[in-house]
């Protein structure tokens, strides 16, 4: 079983900047991927960026630019660095792990970007 603690969001306005955390139980260089989602109130839950165990990233192509996925090998911790936010960016964002083929959330954490 493997835990995952987000944090970060928050309220911020058109332009600013928030850093989440999702912390993971378990060493990171055990876990095969982790990943950043969101899901918008009517929409659904989509893939925002990922990092591989060996460092290897991906990103959705309208976030490129914007978003950074990162990690601390040390804290077992993947950040994901949001920069020019905009309202549309609002939404949960959840991170997950995936392990030996089983996927891991955590609880989200909501971003809410005002006009």
């Known amino acids: 079983q493997v835990q995952l603690v987000e944090s970060g969001g928050g309220l911020v306005q058109a332009g600013g900047s928030l850093r989440l955390s999702c912390v993971a139980s378990?060493?990171?260089?055990?876990?095969?991927?982790m990943g950043w989602y969101r899901q918008a109130p009517g929409q659904e839950r989509a893939l925002v960026a990922s990092?591989?165990?060996?460092?290897?990233?991906y990103y959705a192509d309208s976030l490129k630019g914007r978003f950074t996925i990162s990690r601390d090998i040390a804290k077992n911790t993947v950040y994901l660095q949001m920069n020019s936010l905009k309202p549309e960016d609002t939404a949960v964002y959840s991170c997950?792990?995936?392990?030996?083929?089983?996927?891991?959330w955590g609880q989200g954490t909501q971003v809410t970007v005002s006009p």
């Open positions: 378990i060493n990171i260089f055990s876990i095969n991927a």
């Open positions: 997950d792990a995936v392990v030996r083929g089983i996927v891991y």
């Open positions: 990092i591989t165990s060996g460092g290897s990233t």
